[in-house]
């Protein structure tokens, strides 16, 4: 099949490497063409040259407005794509963008699926990301082949906007577990109990989790060089409180971990990891 | 002077009828018709839309709910002006948003000055508003005799957008205020202590505040009629949080505090007083209103 795929950053350059290697044919297009490399891929001038070509193009950008941009901008996706062809946005940006930029495919007969991920450039490279899918189910199952190749957890949330809906949930859990990682190592060491076997014995109890063993064990070793840069989950907790907003619903946890990456942001650590929670309580 | 003036609801109404009253020139505009009559029953005149707003004035004044509407009816104006025109927005809304506006109109020769007000329904009919300004010196003096008609504490806080950042640092005093005297107020409750002995004790020492004594005696009084409504104050502690999330602006306070305030709009209080945030700690905490 001939993919398209907008977006070679840390996640979106194995993906579309995967998707390559099991036999597709692959359209890409970059803002800067260096970025392309040496992908094995034919480089398209405007993402409506690249959508003339494709039966699915995926996008993996950062923010609402690349999405907005990319697919509906003036040498957009929604210029070249075909009646009937899928758009698969990767991104994490807000529900109710997700579901305004299906709608105005849909007018053109163009299929979209909200479908963010979870894992991490690790996750990405291994192909073993957590794929959490919004939009009609017939079209998910076309092109679940081809998400296959990216992940192995691929779970229907529901319409359009709902993927991204279990995203932000996502998000929400796992910086909020950051931030409690943080405190509890902050904690045993303003205690002058070594963080190292705290982190230790509680791997095996009821706090292990994820979080704790990789954020926590990059904590003990002070290695705040980025995994996944903070300021990426500082935007997507712009995302979410805006949700909470805009739903009237409560979140007292989010709130507050949102103000300390404010914090992080205020001191320039927003392209280190997210670990750098701790050195935000460290400041006070 | 001959003054436009776009947006006629619970503040822009008395407030333009104070212009009227101060002698003023003045054409309005609404949205909805109905609401210009008793303007025109005041004596001013009633525009078409808000390019005739502008037409012939040498002051616009809007007074409308969010950015979007200052940015559509500033557009209008934009193409009503006449040369010298300067144009005050006393809406609340982003500081970021006022600053763009006030960019745009330069560009067409306007001048922009952002003047929201503090003092609700209340100091608008009786011309007692406290009036933030940002933007020039030229503009804020032009603007001058129309402020003195609407207001008494006016301050010119700085450039483009300062006015905003004074509104929105006056939501977040005035939204953590609330929500202390409702927390002070719940906490004597729940240790069966008068709430209102409490509150006469507290207005002789250092938490006397103008909210400890009129929401604190209208939450006394559990009358919840607004005043100044929830889900405004929701809006208005939502722009201060986007500001701190643009900036890298850590305020816990505010934070945790617009929580409450989502949940006031979310669980049916968002079109009562903001003191309603009671409620909600009595629901929490298991107190029976």
């Given amino acids: ?284 | 002077m001959k003054i436009g003036f776009i947006g006629l609801g619970i503040m822009g109404r008395p407030m333009a009828l104070n212009l009227i009253k101060g002698g003023h020139e003045v054409s309005v505009w609404a949205r909805r018709a109905e609401s210009m009559q008793p303007l025109v029953a005041a004596g001013a005149r009633a525009a078409l839309d808000p390019a005739d707003a502008a037409k012939g004035n040498e002051l616009v004044i809007s007074m409308v709910a969010d950015a979007p509407d200052v940015a559509e009816v500033m557009r209008g104006v934009a193409r009503g002006a006449e040369p010298g025109l300067v144009a005050v927005d006393m809406s609340t809304i982003a500081p970021g948003a006022a600053r763009r506006i006030g960019e745009e109109l330069a560009t067409a020769g306007i001048d922009f000055v952002d003047a929201p007000v503090s003092g609700g329904e209340v100091g608008a009919v009786a011309g007692t508003l406290s009036i933030m300004a940002g933007g020039s010196e030229a503009g804020f003096a032009k603007a001058g005799p129309a402020f003195a008609c609407m207001g008494k504490n006016i301050i010119h806080v700085g450039a483009s957008g300062a006015g905003q950042v004074a509104k929105a640092a006056n939501q977040i005093m005035t939204g953590m205020g609330v929500l202390a005297v409702a927390e002070a107020l719940a906490f004597a409750a729940k240790n069966g202590v008068d709430g209102g002995k409490v509150r006469e004790a507290l207005l002789g020492g250092f938490a006397y505040s103008r909210i400890l004594e009129n929401h604190g005696q209208r939450m006394l009084d559990r009358n919840f009629k607004p005043g100044f409504k929830s889900w405004m104050h929701e809006k208005d502690l939502n722009i201060v949080m986007q500001t701190a999330h643009e900036l890298g602006l850590c305020l816990p306070g505010s934070a945790a505090t617009a929580q409450m305030f989502n949940a006031m709009v979310g669980s049916g209080h968002g079109e009562e007083d903001s003191i309603a945030v009671l409620k909600l700690l009595e629901k929490l905490s298991g107190q029976s209103s």
């Fill in chain 1, 1 to 284: 099949m001939k993919i398209g795929f907008i977006g070679l950053g840390v996640m979106g350059r194995p993906m579309a490497l995967h998707l390559q290697r099991a036999g597709h044919e692959l359209f890409v297009w970059a803002r800067r063409p260096a970025s392309v490399g040496d992908l094995p891929a034919t480089v398209c001038a405007t993402p409506a040259e690249l959508g003339r070509h494709c039966e699915v193009v995926f996008t993996m950008v950062t923010s609402s407005a690349d999405v907005e941009g990319v697919v509906l901008g003036e040498q957009g996706l929604i210029a070249g794509m075909a009646r009937d062809s899928v758009v698969v946005d990767c991104s994490t940006i807000a529900p109710d963008v997700a579901r305004r930029i299906a709608a105005k495919l849909g007018e053109q007969g163009i299929h979209m699926l909200d479908a963010p991920v979870s894992g991490g450039a690790q996750g990405a490279i291994d192909a073993t990301l957590a794929i959490m899918a919004g939009g009609e189910a017939a079209v998910l199952e076309r092109v679940r082949p081809l998400l296959e190749c990216l992940g192995q957890r691929i779970v229907h949330i529901g319409p359009n906007g709902a993927g991204q809906v279990a995203k932000a949930c996502n998000q929400m859990i796992m910086v909020a577990a950051i931030q409690a990682a943080a405190e509890a190592m902050r904690l045993a060491a303003a205690s002058g109990v070594d963080c190292g076997k705290v982190r230790e014995a509680l791997a095996g109890g009821s706090a292990a989790s994820r979080v704790l063993d990789v954020m926590g064990d990059r904590m003990v070793r002070r290695d705040f060089a980025a995994g996944i840069e903070a300021r990426l989950h500082h935007k997507d907790f712009g995302l979410v409180l805006e949700a909470a907003r805009q739903s009237g619903v409560p979140l007292p946890l989010a709130a507050v971990v949102g103000q300390q990456l404010n914090a992080l942001m205020a001191q320039d650590w927003g392209r280190d990891d997210t670990a750098s929670l701790l050195r935000v309580l460290e400041l006070l």
